[in-house]
Each structure stands twice: as C-alpha cells, then as structure tokens.
C-alpha cells in the first residue's frame, strides 16, 4: 500500500508537489520498512521517520512526530489506506491556512461509482498551530485500537469540526490493494490492555498523569 501511494504521488503535476511535504512516519514495524520502499522515489517532497521501538497500535506517536516535523503551516493527517487525489490537494492548497479543524468526505478507490462513504474520523485539515494547541494525541494510549477517539474529544471541546463535502479523499477498501489493511493486530483489546486504557484515563482524569503526553517516543529520519 504504501508503495502504491508513492506512485500515486509520482504522477501528479510539479506544480501541485512544489507546494506540499510529504512525512511518512514508520511505527517500526518489524516488516516491509517505510525507508525501504521509499528509496526508490527520492524525487519526491518526502521525508521518511521511524520509531525506534516497535509498539502495537501506535500511531498516536506517529501522528505527533509528523506534527512536530513538519514546515508547513497546514496539516492533512490520514492513514496509509487513504489517498489524496490531485484534486483534492489543488483544493486545499486554494483554500489556505485556516483557524478550523476540518474533515473530509471518501469515496471508495477503484470504484466507478461517485458514491460517497461517511468521512474517516481520523483525517482532518488544520493548522500546526491548532493541532499542538489542541494537544496532540496522547502516547499513552499505545496498544488499543480506537484510542484517536480522545483526540477528536479534545477537538470537539476546543472547536467546532466543518466537514469540507468537496475536498474527499479515496480509502483503499478491503480487497482492492492486497496490503491496504492491517493483517496482524487484533482491533480487540485483550481484557489487560482494556483494564489499562480505563485506568490511564482514571489517573488523567485525576491530573496524576499529564494529559496528553507527547513526543515519548525516540525516532530518527530514515530518508
């Protein structure tokens, strides 16, 4: 999957790409390395980071170490089974840096027809600014599926979220790219991880553990 997003960036026009950064962060997973795939497509705006620990479902550090990385003023944070057509970027980069926090409509890829699927509740378009004001995602939480749901409360109680209908993005359904979803970790916490996330958030809610914490987790730039 990732190597298909590469060479979907690959073919878009320089105009669009002179004008964008591309960070992909590699949760250290122990297969298929980020900075392996992306050798190949050094002529991209790209940089490539890895975390040096290998931790089960997390991309709450992920998130922030893009966050913190990046040069840019705005932010679009996805996941690796979502692509952003050419289309939807010329859109974004009209519209400019904006004070909201928004989010995006999807459409399947592959598919011929315009159907719209509801919008990921993970992808949204902000500022740098409002994402570290907002407080990032909480590392914390590492080891739970589901756990960006936090984020988004923390969102909400700071703004309003305005969904962009004609900004979409395309997300690589089951079936289509081999690789486009996760094989090997369960979405279902074991009775300890689940014991643990309700007792994290028990000890947050008390103020005895900063909330979120953030940039935790050691990295390096791989490319």
Not at 21 to 48: H, M, T
């Amino acid at each position: 999957m990732f190597r298909y997003q590469l060479e979907h960036f690959s073919a878009m026009d320089l105009d669009v790409l002179s004008q964008i950064e591309i960070l992909v962060v590699d949760d250290a997973s122990p297969n298929w390395p980020a900075a392996n795939e992306a050798a190949g497509f050094r002529q991209l705006p790209l940089k490539v980071f890895r975390v040096r620990e290998d931790k089960p479902w997390n991309q709450d550090a992920a998130r922030n170490i893009g966050a913190f990385e990046a040069q840019g003023q705005m932010l679009l944070l996805t996941d690796v089974d979502h692509l952003v057509p050419e289309e939807s970027l010329r859109l974004l980069l009209g519209i400019g840096v904006t004070s909201e926090v928004n989010s995006l409509s999807r459409k399947a890829h592959f598919s011929s027809r315009d159907k719209v699927v509801r919008s990921h509740a993970n992808s949204y378009v902000m500022s740098r600014q409002k994402y570290w004001e907002i407080g990032g995602y909480d590392e914390d939480f590492w080891g739970t599926y589901g756990s960006d749901v936090l984020f988004r409360r923390r969102i909400e109680k700071n703004c309003k979220i305005v969904e962009l209908p004609h900004v979409r993005l395309e997300v690589a359904t089951k079936g289509s790219i081999s690789d486009a979803k996760n094989l090997n970790l369960s979405r279902t916490p074991s009775i300890w991880r689940r014991a643990r996330g309700v007792f994290l958030r028990g000890l947050k809610m008390l103020r005895l553990l900063p909330s979120p914490r953030v940039l935790e987790n050691p990295y390096d730039r791989v490319l």
